[in-house]
């Protein structure tokens, strides 16, 4: 499950974290992609400035399908100026491939490992029990609604992955920086390999329904 954070023009993907998360999780998770500080943003969902950031998201009403404004910070336009040619180095440039990956491991990889075990549980009666919030299984069979809760699980991961990998290929790394192009070759095996064993599990499920 994700919401989605409209910055400015752009409108950023993330996972949603459990109902009882607070809101500070949240903060973090948008003061860490868009490189702001912390405190110099305010969060608006339906209409309300969320003020309390030791509150669960679930007293703000916070779900799968919720939009959050961020407003303050500062022009989302800045980070590009921050990364132009002139400005750009091999270090910062590093940097940048690697706290996307970061993103990867902590809030996509733990995900994708949930959904292959939820999913391996499908033809086998002995998988562990999977959390509250994925679907459940009887008899060694996902149910049709949980059928397509998988799917759009699938496609929920797929995507982010996607987008992931659509990031991490426009980080240019210059012809004289070998670290960087080490690093983002290796990140993107890294994501691509994730992305791959996703999409491999869903298809031969799918054979094997």
Known sequence: ?????????????????????????????????????????KLVHAGAVMKDDNAPISAYGINEKSKIAIVGGGDNSLPSKKSAPERRTEESTVKQIRSELDKVRQMLQPDVDTFLSTLQGTTTSSAPTPPADTPLVANGKASPAKEINLAQEHVRLGEMLLQSLLRLDAIIAEGEWEEARRERKSAVKEVQGLLDRLDGAWRQRLKSS
């Open 1 to 41: 499950m994700s919401y989605v954070a409209k910055w400015g023009r752009e409108r950023l993907t993330f996972p949603l974290p459990p109902s009882n998360a607070q809101l500070s999780e949240i903060r973090k998770q948008i003061a860490d992609y868009t490189q702001m500080p912390p405190s110099s943003f």
